[in-house]
């Protein structure tokens, strides 16, 4: 059977503190291009009968309504880190609608975090109107969503093990500072990689933007996409103008479509 046609919607393309940064008065956040505009980062997966979405930012519930979304078939989830989990709560209108629960895939240690935050989900006796979830476990083996087939690839973030995700031949990674071999070989043959590239400078647990480029550069990879974006990085146009050939900051809103 042949992978479906498949649309990619960046819903946040933002760091944890998004952009504008609250308080924040520097050139990007008082910008009034739209694509200096960041909210937490995410994306959605559509073929033409499934839809699934990676993480739930605080600003899923707008991304939701930006995107007009009115139907979500399942959460994967990257990491337990806040500004990729804290929406979750919101898939409750999804479940009021379409009458049904939501399939969420995680790996334990997030699972542990989703059920401290959100303990009324799990709890024995439910009240009335909470998110209603069918939990997956997943690691590094590959599973199918629909018609979509999404390959897990183990990154990490600083300790923490974060998981990227293929979809046929779009690779998505955020959160990462560090990939080792293996898993690398695992987005070999991609034809779009997304990756964090948080800013210039060095950090202790996210990819700078050369090192982004180098990667994407070492591994072959015909268009890399970049995400997880800081307001330190500059101004999108500039920043724009400086990249190589097929590399590109990706932005809210940007739609890709693989056939």
Same mark, same amino acid.
Request: hydrophobic share 40%.
């Given at each position: 059977?042949?992978?479906?046609?498949?649309?990619?919607?960046?819903?946040?393309?933002?760091?944890?503190?998004?952009? %504008?940064?609250?308080?924040?008065?520097?050139?990007?956040?008082?910008?009034?291009?739209?694509?200096?505009?960041?909210?937490?980062?995410?994306?959605?997966?559509?073929?033409?009968?499934?839809?699934?979405?990676?993480?739930?930012?605080?600003?899923?519930?707008?991304?939701?309504?930006?995107?007009?979304?009115?139907?979500?078939?399942?959460?994967?989830?990257?990491?337990?880190?806040?500004?990729?989990?804290?929406?979750?709560?919101?898939?409750?209108?999804?479940?009021?609608?379409?009458?049904?629960?939501?399939?969420?895939?995680?790996?334990?240690?997030?699972?542990?975090?989703?059920?401290?935050?959100?303990?009324?989900?799990?709890?024995?006796?439910?009240?009335?109107?909470?998110?209603?979830?069918?939990?997956?476990?997943?690691?590094?083996?590959?599973?199918?969503?629909?018609?979509?087939?999404?390959?897990?690839?183990?990154?990490?973030?600083?300790?923490?093990?974060?998981?990227?995700?293929?979809?046929?031949?779009?690779?998505?990674?955020?959160?990462?500072?560090?990939?080792?071999?293996?898993?690398?070989?695992?987005?070999?043959?991609?034809?779009?990689?997304?990756?964090?590239?948080?800013?210039?400078?060095?950090?202790?647990?996210?990819?700078?933007?050369?090192?982004?480029?180098?990667?994407?550069?070492?591994?072959?990879?015909?268009?890399?996409?970049?995400?997880?974006?800081?307001?330190?990085?500059?101004?999108?146009?500039?920043?724009?103008?400086?990249? %190589?050939?097929?590399?590109?900051?990706?932005?809210?809103?940007?739609?890709?479509?693989?056939?």
């Amino acid at each position: 059977m042949s992978a479906p046609s498949l649309k990619i919607t960046f819903l946040g393309t933002g760091t944890s503190s998004g952009v %504008p940064m609250i308080a924040c008065h520097c050139e990007v956040c008082t910008s009034t291009n739209t694509k200096d505009k960041r909210l937490r980062s995410s994306i959605m997966v559509q073929s033409a009968t499934t839809t699934l979405v990676v993480d739930t930012t605080p600003d899923f519930r707008y991304q939701m309504l930006r995107e007009n979304v009115d139907n979500v078939d399942a959460i994967l989830f990257t990491h337990p880190h806040k500004d990729h989990v804290a929406g979750l709560d919101d898939i409750k209108a999804f479940n009021y609608f379409n009458k049904k629960a939501i399939d969420v895939y995680a790996n334990e240690l997030t699972q542990k975090a989703l059920r401290n935050e959100f303990y009324y989900i799990f709890a024995e006796h439910k009240y009335p109107g909470v998110p209603d979830i069918n939990l997956h476990t997943i690691d590094e083996d590959a599973f199918c969503v629909g018609d979509i087939l999404v390959t897990p690839i183990k990154v990490w973030h600083l300790n923490m093990p974060v998981l990227g995700f293929r979809f046929a031949n779009f690779t998505y990674i955020t959160d990462a500072n560090r990939i080792e071999t293996a898993e690398a070989n695992k987005i070999k043959g991609s034809e779009i990689l997304v990756l964090n590239a948080l800013r210039n400078e060095a950090h202790i647990s996210h990819f700078t933007l050369q090192q982004a480029l180098d990667f994407a550069a070492d591994l072959q990879i015909p268009k890399a996409y970049f995400t997880h974006i800081s307001h330190q990085l500059g101004l999108h146009e500039e920043v724009t103008k400086m990249l %190589p050939a097929n590399n590109a900051l990706a932005y809210d809103g940007l739609q890709i479509f693989l056939n």
